[in-house]
């Protein structure tokens, strides 16, 4: 059983396009994350939240809309999709705020 | 959050105990030292943390000294499946943590 899973795991698509990669997590954790791993294989966090409530939300284009429906899933929306958004994302859970989190296996994203 | 710095790249003989060190020079009272690594093209993998005495799990060791000015994971008989980037990370105990990623070290585990 996938602890966290994303999907999808590849995707490929034109600027200006919109798109969403979804994430979901069966820990029964209260806290969950969206990272970006550019190609210089740095990992910085962009969104996370608690019981569907947003507590961290760094420095991101509000073209990037995080949706958290409930406490096992997190959602990505990306509007009108730039080259520079080509990266992989990772999705992430932990029990809550202060512990060690888990990682879902990531989406490629390459826009062309 | 302190600042970590590990060395880019190791090397380690299959079996034998890897030993990564962190210098976080910086660190505050109530920051945590954390250690992840990452197998390619997989999500990153929570390995162990602690604040000030060692700590070991079932995946590695960590001792950190006694002024917590740096520390040392250690795998203690590595395999290939170890080979992946080992990441050290100093994070606070407060409201908001967020895990600040460097390049970590990339270790090799030779057959």
């Known amino acids: 059983d996938t602890a966290v899973s994303q999907t999808p795991k590849y995707l490929v698509t034109q600027m200006g396009n919109d798109k969403s990669i979804k994430c979901e997590q069966n820990l029964g954790h209260d806290t969950m994350y969206w990272y970006k791993q550019d190609s210089k294989k740095f990992l910085k966090i962009m969104f996370s939240?608690?019981?569907?409530?947003?507590?961290i939300n760094e420095t991101v284009p509000n073209r990037f809309s995080p949706k958290s429906p409930d406490k096992a899933h997190l959602n990505l929306h990306i509007n009108s999709l730039e080259l520079g958004d080509s990266a992989v994302y990772f999705c992430?859970?932990?029990?809550?705020?202060?512990?060690?989190?888990?990682f879902g296996p990531g989406t490629r994203l390459t826009v062309l | 959050d302190a600042k970590t710095t590990q060395p880019p790249s190791m090397d380690c003989a299959e079996g034998r105990a890897a030993n990564l060190p962190c210098n976080h020079s910086t660190i505050s009272g109530n920051e945590y030292v954390y250690w992840y690594r990452q197998i390619h093209s997989q999500g990153p993998q929570y390995i162990i943390h602690?604040?000030?005495?060692?700590e070991t799990n079932e995946m590695a060791s960590l001792i950190i000294t006694e002024d917590r000015k740096s520390s040392t994971l250690i795998l203690p008989h590595a395999t290939l499946r170890d080979t992946a980037v080992y990441y050290c990370i100093a994070l606070n105990a407060g409201n908001n943590r967020k895990l600040i990623w460097g390049l970590g070290t990339s270790l090799a585990v030779n057959p």
């Open positions: 992430a859970s932990s029990r809550d705020r202060y512990n060690e989190q888990f």
């Open positions: 602690g604040l000030k005495n060692n």
């Open positions: 939240y608690n019981n569907k409530e947003l507590i």
